[in-house]
Nanobody, 122 residues
């Protein structure tokens, strides 16, 4: 059974920090590209940060220099360290796992966690 369980969300004041964790099970974590996405009320879900199976990272422009994504393959866990938080970072944060590419651009799997709420007060 595939599971992605996020934790670490909560309420924090602007300028503060939070560390999100996503514990994965039921699939081969080490070959998966892992990502964090977020969805604010009334807005579409957007990518925050991606870390590939080889450890390459990409960030949304809005979080560059403030957020850091990392992974621990021994623990099947991906993290998102969020510093200098702003009220506009308030959203539900989702963990995502994508499997290797099949023919063309299709992924072998695409799994989502249930999300964790992050609220940044001004």
């Amino acid at each position: 059974q595939v599971r992605l369980v996020e934790s670490g969300g909560g309420l924090v004041q602007a300028g503060g920090s939070l560390r999100l964790s996503c514990a994965a099970s039921g699939f081969t974590f080490s070959i998966s590209d892992m990502g964090w996405y977020r969805q604010a009320p009334g807005k579409q879900r957007e990518v925050v940060a991606i870390i590939t199976s080889s450890g390459s990272t990409n960030y949304a422009d809005s979080v560059k220099g403030r957020f850091t994504i990392s992974r621990d393959n021994a623990k099947n866990t991906v993290y998102l360290q969020m510093n200098s938080l702003k009220p506009e970072d308030t959203a539900v944060y989702y963990c995502n796992a994508k499997g290797p590419y099949l023919l063309g651009q299709r992924r072998s799997y695409d799994y989502w966690g249930q999300g964790t709420q992050v609220t940044v007060s001004s």
